[in-house]
């Protein structure tokens, strides 16, 4: 039997401000968590506690990106939508065109330059409300 696995090239991210970032190597979404309400009283059955579910956080997701500094385009509007905490809409597109949609702010922003390989720039955004899988 043949999988069902995807093959992630082509994957996209575009921010609606900051628009297409380019040579991503990388884009992992997660961190989605639902706080946890304690509701055990003393007349708890068997000793066991009790919880109800309580808020949701999206979480956040991040990119791994070729820094390519002939042009520093994205490196400079990464840097303009840190600087600003400009929130915007964020949309990764998979092959195949089905889409995660959320609205975030870059959080934080790092350029990794090894003494012997290629230069890359990690970019975190963090998730507010609930994204929309398409």
């Known amino acids: 039997m ?17 628009g297409t970032i380019g040579n991503v190597q990388t884009i992992t979404i997660g961190g989605r968590t639902r706080d946890m309400i304690d509701i055990s009283t003393m007349d708890t ?3 066991f506690r009790e919880y109800k579910a309580g808020m949701a ?11 390519d500094d002939t042009t520093g385009v994205i490196a400079t509007a990464v840097n ?7 929130s915007e809409t964020w949309t990764v ?3 195949g065109g089905k889409t995660f949609q959320a609205t975030g702010v870059v959080s934080a ?3 990794n330059d ?6 890359t720039m990690s970019i ?6 609930k994204g929309t899988w398409t």
């Open 114 to 119: 090894p003494f012997a390989d290629k230069i």
């Open 2 to 18: 043949a999988s069902d696995g995807n093959i992630g090239h082509g994957t996209t991210l575009a921010g609606s401000t900051t």
């Open 93 to 95: 597109t998979f092959p």
């Open 45 to 47: 059955v068997d000793l």
């Open 57 to 67: 956080d999206e979480g956040e997701f991040t990119a791994e990106v070729n820094f």
């Open 80 to 86: 303009s939508a840190f600087q600003n905490r400009t």
């Open 124 to 129: 975190t955004i963090k998730l507010s409300g």
């Open 109 to 111: 922003f790092d350029i």
